[in-house]
């Protein structure tokens, strides 16, 4: 009983220092509903409150800081397996990935404009490299006829971007357009907006065409219908 009554004045000294009650029974090893009964009528002050916040906070935190790190560490194994499968690219494949590129990303003819030249846009540099290269192997586009234009907001830094793009693409940008809409500059990584690329090929009228011919070959291999 000595010994219950020594632990228990102990557990309520703590307490009144500001001590958690976990961090009491590293301490007094009892049962936490004990530890509640003999603590109930103990009072903390404002310092003491504010004392055991910040432990909680900084605890939740630190949790949060370890769950980041098992879903990155999760994030990079499934991302490096996911590469591995893919193995070598053959010339074909990377023909066909092009297709598949301009049909998703690429300016379609209609027949509102039957005369649509070849024109692709996005703000991935790897992807616009892949498509740039793809353009000069498979479609036999000159240099001379690629032009290069930035689409980019107005409160974005277009010096910035033009020597961003202009490094990514060893070219000159041809053109520097501003987006008339206003964004939203408190996303996280707008710092490293720099617009978009939008590749323009000159006198690519039958190229366009041609390509569409490679998105329907595509489409009636695999046997796809919309319906239409």
């Keep these: 009983m000595i ?25 007094i090893p009892v049962a936490k509903s004990t530890l509640s009964v003999w603590l109930r009528e103990v009072g903390l002050s404002k310092k003491q409150n504010q004392r055991l916040t910040l432990k909680r906070k900084s605890a939740q935190i630190k949790a949060c800081k370890a ?13 490096a397996s ?9 010339l074909r494949e990377f023909w066909i990935a092009g297709i598949l590129l301009y049909w998703a990303e690429g300016a379609k003819q209609k027949e509102s404009n039957v005369s649509q030249r070849v024109s692709f846009s996005n703000s991935d540099p790897k992807m616009i490299l892949l498509f740039d290269k793809w353009l000069k192997k498979f479609c036999n586009v000159n240099q001379k006829d690629i032009v290069y234009g930035i689409y980019i907001h107005k409160t974005a830094d277009s010096g910035k971007s033009k020597k961003f793009w202009e490094k990514i693409l060893n ?6 357009y501003f987006k008339k809409h206003n964004p939203k ?26 390509i569409k011919g490679w998105i329907l070959g595509i489409t009636n291999n695999l046997k796809i219908h919309t319906g239409e």
């Design 171 to 176: 070219e000159k940008i041809n053109g520097l």
């Design 67 to 79: 769950c980041r790190q098992i879903r990155l560490k999760k994030q990079t194994s499934i991302i």
């Design 82 to 90: 996911a590469a591995s499968e893919i193995g070598s690219f053959s």
């Design 3 to 27: 010994e219950k009554k020594i632990e228990k004045e102990n557990a309520i000294e703590l307490r009144k220092q500001g001590f958690s009650y976990n961090e009491i029974l590293k301490q």
């Design 185 to 210: 500059t408190h996303k996280k990584n707008y710092a490293n907006y720099n617009g978009l690329i939008k590749l323009d090929v000159r006198r690519s009228t039958d190229l366009n065409r041609k």
